[in-house]
Nanobody, 123 residues
Framework: QVAFVESGGGVVQAGGSLRLSCEASGRTFTIVTMGWFRQAPGKGREFVAATTWRGSNTHYADSVKDRFTISRDNAKNTVYLQMNSLKPDDTATYYC????????????????WGQGTQVTVSS
């Protein structure tokens, strides 16, 4: 199994930036893809971005494309989500999780969710 710990959330003004970190532990060698999701109060968990654990394949939700960048540092067992030009609609709890062998936006395909980190964007 794999466990994730998300960090880096906080409160930022609209237009600002944050970088979220997701440190993995356990059987990280089993990871092929992983993703970031977010959940705002009263809403379902929404796909944000996904990446292969090795290599450079990525996919983004249309709502964050060209603003967010997913990356990873395998030596640190950590994946990042660089968030720029933040909007109030980005306010949510952000989670990372292990995905399947191909990139997907379907949350049901992901497992081993972290506890999340809160991002609040003020107007």
């Amino acid at each position: 199994q794999v466990a994730f710990v998300e960090s880096g959330g906080g409160v930022v003004q609209a237009g600002g930036s944050l970088r979220l970190s997701c440190e993995a532990s356990g059987r990280t060698f089993t990871i092929v893809t992983m993703g970031w999701f977010r959940q705002a109060p009263g809403k379902g968990r929404e796909f944000v971005a996904a990446t292969t654990w090795r290599g450079s394949n990525t996919h983004y939700a249309d709502s964050v494309k060209d603003r967010f960048t997913i990356s990873r540092d395998n030596a640190k067992n950590t994946v990042y989500l660089q968030m720029n030009s933040l909007k109030p609609d980005d306010t949510a709890t952000y989670y990372c999780a292990v995905g399947p062998s191909v990139l997907t936006t379907i949350k049901e395909r992901y497992r081993y969710w972290g506890q999340g980190t809160q991002v609040t964007v003020s107007s």
